[in-house]
T-cell receptor, first 113, second 113 residues
């Protein structure tokens, strides 16, 4: 059974700091991994999708890496800003490619001005 | 622009009422999903659908049913609402296949009194 864990559950950093959010999954036979952002009381917004054949994806100040063999992914945020404050969730398909996503519980990030 | 809409942002119902939560997507996606999100428990899958008239139980289907009569619309039904169904409900859609991201609606905050 696929399980996704995110550590830490919460993180507070000063503005301008570079930071790393961690995600681990128990079954390494994944098709892809997604990182989402959720603002309080809102839905989820997709940030990055990494296919199983890829090692990383970049979008602006965000960089996500994937190490399937070790069951880990990291989301790197460069030069953090107060607007980055949100909960970040990672997710992988439950089994095969076209199956529901299994989500971690997220990391709540606060960037202090 | 890709869009998933949910019929209500906030809803207050009484115990025993029948509740309908509607979700509509405009992207011609085959897959649609209903989740609930609770503090400390994360996102949990209630039901999903791979196509019109098809439905599959997720991890917590008890007390819920769904309907998908048209491709763009996926309804979640609480047959007899109970206080433990007070939660944030999130709808999502995704194309068939394993390579595409998942899109979420803004969520419905349901309170059952």
């Amino acid at each position: 059974k696929q399980e996704v864990t995110q550590i830490p559950a919460a993180l507070s950093v000063p503005e301008g700091e570079n930071l790393v959010l961690n995600c681990s999954f128990t079954d390494s036979a994944i098709y892809n991994l997604q990182w989402f952002r959720q603002d309080p009381g809102k839905g989820l917004t997709s940030l990055l999708l990494i296919q199983s054949s890829q090692r990383e994806q970049t979008s602006g100040r965000l960089n996500a890496s994937l190490d399937k063999s070790s069951g880990r992914s990291t989301l790197y945020i460069a030069a953090s800003q107060p607007g980055d404050s949100a909960t970040y969730l990672c997710a992988v398909p439950k089994m095969g490619g076209n199956t529901p996503l299994v989500f971690g519980k997220g990391t709540r990030l606060s960037v202090i001005a | 622009d890709v869009k998933v809409t949910q019929s209500s942002r906030y809803l207050v119902k009484r115990t025993g009422e029948k509740v309908f939560l509607e979700c509509v997507q405009d992207m011609d996606h085959e897959n649609m999903f209903w989740y609930r999100q609770d503090p400390g428990l994360g996102l949990r899958l209630i039901y999903f659908s791979y196509d019109v008239k098809m439905k599959e139980k997720g991890d917590i289907p008890e007390g819920y049913s769904v309907s998908r009569e048209k491709k763009e619309r996926f309804s979640l039904i609480l047959e007899s609402a109970s206080t433990n169904q007070t939660s944030m409900y999130l709808c999502a859609s995704r194309p068939a296949g394993s390579t595409d991201t998942q899109y979420f609606g803004p969520g419905t905050r349901l309170t059952v009194l």
